[in-house]
Each structure stands twice: as C-alpha cells, then as structure tokens.
C-alpha cells in the first residue's frame, strides 16, 4: 500500500498510520503520537464519537428500532 500511494501521488517518503477504532470507540493510546508526527489536526474524542454513533445507526438498522 505504501509503495502504491508514493508512486501514485509521487512522493519519496510516505509514512501510513493505520487507524483502526472498536465499534465502542476504542483506539490504540499511541494514536496522539502517530497523528501528532505527521501534523494532523485530530481529536481523539471525535474518533470515539463517531464510532459510537456509527455502532448505534448499524444496531438500530439491525435492530429494526
């Protein structure tokens, strides 16, 4: 994946940080650090939202509520 998107967006150097959340909002503690390293404006806490609301759309839907 890496070499794909170097060679697609010509680039030298890519880095990839996977961001992988749990469907209650769980996510890796390093996830500040990684996101902090390439200069992403990120709060974590509207990650852990959105996969709340996320979870909660997908029971309701499964659900039928």
Do not use: N
């Amino acid at each position: 994946m890496k070499d794909e998107i170097a060679r697609l967006w010509k680039m030298r150097k890519v880095t990839v940080i996977p961001i992988v959340t749990g469907t209650l909002g769980k996510i890796t503690t390093r996830i500040e650090k990684y996101v902090r390293e390439v200069g992403i404006e990120m709060r974590v806490e509207h990650v852990q939202e959105t996969a709340l609301f996320r979870t909660a759309r997908v029971l309701r839907s499964v659900l039928g509520s």
